[in-house]
């Protein structure tokens, strides 16, 4: 269901990019990083809660929780702003893209992906130093759906 959103979510954003591409360099780029945010806003609200509602936490597990939880989402947030400017290249170039620039992208969609990955595994340990091992299991499927 999160994959269905996230790709829901980028396909929208690649419309809206598409339909601004005339006028690049107007405010409709600044509009469109502000949709963006609005978006992630709206997507860390909904994980939150999905966290607290499936997480069964303690008070003292919830207090250590969160602050490793914050700092891996501002960590995440990089990622994600490189699959914006990734999504950005890639309708900059949708109607005039050649097999080089298509290699391109897909290349850095991958290191993209390899990027979040070992943020994931960095984090397992982090989230292991304040968490059992089931906890941080459950934890890792919810974030990953």
């Not at 947030?77 to 050649?98: F, Q, R």
């Not at 850095?108 to 304040?130: C, D, M, P, T, W």
Request: net charge negative; charged share 25%; aromatic share 8%.
């Amino acid at each position: 269901m999160r994959k269905l959103c996230l790709l829901f979510v980028g396909l929208t954003i690649i419309n809206v990019l598409e339909s601004t591409l005339v006028n690049a360099a107007d405010p409709a780029d600044h509009q469109i990083d502000r949709y963006v945010d609005m978006l992630r806003t709206d997507i860390v609200t909904e994980k939150a809660a999905i966290i607290v509602n499936n997480m069964r936490l303690t008070t003292a597990e919830t207090d250590a929780f969160w602050p490793v939880y914050r700092q891996f989402t501002k960590e995440l947030g990089t990622v994600g702003n490189e699959k914006v400017a990734l999504i950005k290249e890639y309708a900059a170039h949708l109607d005039s893209m050649d097999n080089q620039k298509a290699e391109e992208l897909t290349t850095k969609a991958f290191q993209i992906e390899e990027h979040r990955l070992q943020l994931v595994k960095k984090y397992i340990g982090e989230f292991s130093k304040v968490l059992t091992a089931k906890q941080v299991a459950r934890f890792f499927q919810l974030e990953m759906q």
